[in-house]
């Protein structure tokens, strides 16, 4: 299963509003990354937290980190047409016999000129 | 600087085929890994390779293999293709690994038939 679960899978919006999209994991991590993706193509990194960091800016964007209630959020301030893309979370587990990163399940952003 | 590159972009093969992708890091990473996209199964990690050994596997049968070479670029071979197959396989590159940002390419879109 997943250990990445995004919520909502889904989110229709119009230009200048705020994005938001929540992550949750099941497991501690070392760090969390966000990432989008355009419809058929590579993904984009968006931001690194690492799970000593609660907060991180980047542009229009905002991450927090609840390591406490394993979770994350991404928010997209100011959202334009430009911005319709799916956004994944991404959980870096390290030690043991393998160090993975894992992809959430996604959200499909969609802004409405 | 040149991005991550694979190639092909497109392939379509039969059942019982093998396949071999490519991958060309951008310059300088030497951490490559392999993902393969699918709608039913989302983003799923394969393997990572860092100065042509691999560091990391993900839960894939042994019929996905892969290999990176001294100069970094990577190639990923699909034994004995299956319908289940057919899937996005997208290569990321990273200066040290998992702990990193990803950078990743188009992928190639690999439809079994």
């Known amino acids: 299963s997943q250990q990445g679960e995004e919520d909502p899978q889904a989110l229709s919006i119009q230009e200048g509003e705020n994005a938001t999209m929540n992550c949750s994991y099941k497991t501690s991590i070392n760090n969390l990354q966000w990432y989008r993706q355009n419809s058929g193509r590579g993904l984009v990194h968006l931001i690194l937290?690492?799970?000593?960091?609660r907060e991180k800016h980047s542009g229009r964007l905002r991450v927090t980190l609840d390591t406490s209630k394993k979770s994350s959020s991404l928010l997209i301030t100011a959202s334009r047409a430009a911005d319709t893309a799916s956004y994944f979370c991404a959980t870096g587990l390290y030690g043991g016999a393998t160090n993975k990163l894992i992809f959430g399940t996604g959200t499909l952003l969609a802004v409405q000129p | 600087k040149a991005g991550v590159t694979q190639t092909p972009r497109y392939l379509i093969k039969t059942r019982g085929q093998q396949v071999t992708l490519s991958c060309s890091p951008i310059?300088?990473?030497?951490?490559v890994s392999w993902y393969q996209q699918t709608p039913g199964q989302g983003l799923q990690f394969l393997f990572e390779y860092f100065s042509e050994t691999q560091r990391n596997k993900g839960n894939f049968p042994g019929r996905f293999s892969g290999r990176q070479f001294s100069n970094s670029r990577s190639e990923m071979n699909v034994s004995t293709l299956e319908l289940g197959d057919s899937a996005l396989y997208l290569c990321?590159?990273?200066?040290?690994?998992?702990?990193?940002?990803?950078?990743f390419g188009n992928g190639t879109r690999l439809t079994v038939t």
């Open positions: 990321a590159s990273s200066t040290a690994g998992l702990d990193s940002p990803l950078h």
């Open positions: 937290i690492r799970s000593n960091e």
């Open positions: 310059s300088g990473h030497r951490s």
